[in-house]
Structures are given as C-alpha cells and as structure tokens.
C-alpha cells in the first residue's frame, strides 16, 4: 500500500530556532515529492516540489531533501519565524497520469513561540 | 497567489439541507479537483475532473456531486446534507504538469 508517514506528529520551538521535518514513503514509482505549507483555516500552498533526480532545493528560509533510494525526504525551516507556525504536508505523486495519483501525508504541525 | 476562489469560507447549516460549495479559478486550467479534510488528517480526493463535462469520482466515497460546464467553475453539491458531511473541503487546480493549486477552503458544519 502506498503510504506517506510525516514526523513528528506536532513540533513546538522558540523563534530563531532551526527545525527539521521529516517524510518517509513506499509510493512507487516514483514521480516527484511536494512540501505544503497550510497555514490554520487555509488552503495549502506550494514551497518545494523535488524530481527524482533532485536532492535538495531550496525556497527562501526552507531547505528541502530528497533521497529517492531511501525513500526519505526532509524539510529544514532556519531561524524560525512566528509566521512558520503552520501545518506542514509532504506530498508523492506516482507515474500514473500526467499529474499522478498523489498520496498526502497527514502533516506535522509546527509551533513558533517567541 | 493563486487566482482559485471558494465560497462561502464558512457554512452552518442544519440536516438535510441542500448546499453547493462553489470554486471558480481564473488561471485557465483544465484540471481541477476537489479534497475533503478532516483535523490531523491528510487530503482525501473526492472529485477530480480534466476539462468540461467530464467529471470523475476520486479514492474517497463521497454523497456529493460536481459539474463542469465551464472551465473556471468547478461546484460541489450536497443534496441532503448530514452531520457526517462536517468538515472542510478543498477545492484545487492544476494546468502544468506539477503545479497544484488550492483555494482556501470551505468549512462545512451540519448540525
């Protein structure tokens, strides 16, 4: 069964502070992998989409990884903001149609106290 | 910021209700789609269509129903709604072959 496992579940950390996220999946094959940003009562909205041959990219403050051997993928938040308190949700998608059967993770909610 | 719009954002309404979730995008995509979504929960795809008068069911069994007349419309119906509709549904739309883009929901509660 094609799966998508975020952690950890919730996350809570001081302003400034650097966070990491993490998203383990089975989906194959393999298309692409997306991060969402979902702020609380809205729509998510895009920060990094990763190929297979890519392994890192980057937007702004958030750094995402790629290991498509390991199935891993990683999204790295520097000196958190209070804005970054969001839900964060890996996406897959598989090869099936031109935009793939995508597979949601149930997200990570991330904290920011200043 | 994508131009892909819902309304109402919030509806309070009681059983057996007819209710129609609208989602209209003005970037001119033939894709579009609609997720439910619970709390703690991931995005579940409910309907999903490619172009105009085609529509298909998605993963998740749904009561609801959608239409594609035009290309920028997108709506949900609910015939009889029930507690068990409560939740938030996302309508989203895609014209390149990795883009998605997601309007800012509508949150539905049946009481």
């Known amino acids: 069964k094609n799966q998508v496992e975020q952690s950890p579940q919730s996350l809570i950390i001081l302003e400034g502070k650097n966070c990491t996220l993490q998203?383990?999946?089975?989906?194959?094959?393999?298309?692409?992998l997306r991060w969402y940003k979902q702020d609380t009562g809205r729509g998510p909205v895009s920060l990094t989409i990763?190929?297979?041959?890519?392994n890192t990219k980057s937007n702004g403050r958030y750094t995402a990884t790629l290991d498509a051997d390991t199935k891993q993928s990683s999204l790295h938040i520097t000196a958190s903001q209070l804005s970054d308190s969001a839900s964060y949700i890996c996406?897959?998608?598989?090869?099936?149609?031109?935009?793939?059967?995508?597979?949601f993770g149930r997200g990570t909610q991330l904290t920011v106290w200043p | 910021e994508a131009d892909i719009y819902q309304t109402p954002r919030y509806l309070v309404i009681g059983t057996g209700k007819k209710i129609t979730l609208e989602c209209s995008q003005t970037?001119?995509?033939?894709?579009m789609y609609w997720y439910q979504q619970d709390p703690g929960m991931e995005l579940h795809l409910i309907h999903y269509s490619y172009g105009v008068n085609s529509t298909e069911k998605g993963d998740l069994s749904s009561e609801s129903t959608v239409s594609r007349i035009r290309t920028e419309h997108f709506p949900l119906t609910l015939e009889s709604a029930r507690p068990s509709h409560t939740s938030q549904y996302l309508c989203?739309?895609?014209?390149?072959?990795?883009?998605?883009?997601f309007g800012e929901g509508s949150r539905l509660t049946v009481l």
């Open positions: 970037m001119g995509h033939d894709k």
């Open positions: 996406v897959v998608s598989d090869r099936g149609s031109t935009l793939g059967r995508l597979y």
């Open positions: 990763m190929t297979f041959s890519e």
């Open positions: 989203a739309s895609s014209g390149g072959r990795w883009e998605l883009f």
């Open positions: 998203c383990n999946y089975t989906v194959s094959p393999f298309s692409n």
